[in-house]
């Protein structure tokens, strides 16, 4: 999105149509678009900028729960954040990743893919976290795939 606006003050600054064109290759353009307009208005009100490096200062279950508490940020999308943007060891859990968990038995089968982040980040190393979501999404697509395991 950053490529299409340049920075976020451009982002935040947006229409909802504007940054629902930005991105509707990934589906529910308009409804993240809302959110994320909200998102950034509630971060840059609290913080009065959109540098969120304070969140590295914080324990994970903090940083996550700071994001959280932003509108239409759920538990993957905070883990995306965190791991991704910030290299804090947050496990996003896709279906991928909360499929091919399941059937390794990682996780029991009364576990839901919001209680399997946490699960999950206490049975991988914080320095294995990036690597081992980044390949189980691979096996998920090209493998074990939700038809044919």
């Not at 990934?26 to 208005?41: D, F, H, R, S, T």
């Not at 839901?112 to 991988?124: F, I, M």
């Not at 990036?130 to 691979?138: A, K």
Request: proline content about 3%.
């Amino acid at each position: 999105m950053l490529n299409s606006f340049g920075s976020w003050d451009k982002v935040a600054g947006a229409s909802i149509r504007q940054i629902t064109g930005a991105i509707k290759s990934g589906g529910l353009g308009e409804v993240k678009a809302k959110y994320i307009k909200q998102a950034l208005g509630e971060i840059k009100q609290r913080r009065g900028g959109f540098d969120l490096d304070f969140l590295r200062q914080l324990s994970l279950e903090e940083a996550r729960n700071w994001l959280l508490a932003l509108p239409g940020v759920g538990m993957k999308t905070a883990s995306c954040v965190l791991l991704f943007s910030l290299g804090v060891p947050a496990l996003p859990v896709d279906t991928h990743v909360f499929r091919v968990t399941r059937r390794l038995g990682l996780l029991g089968l009364g576990v839901n893919v919001e209680r399997a982040h946490r699960l999950l980040e206490k049975l991988v190393l914080a320095n294995e976290v990036y690597e081992f979501h980044i390949l189980l999404i691979e096996h998920g697509r090209k493998v074990c795939k939700a038809r044919n395991p």
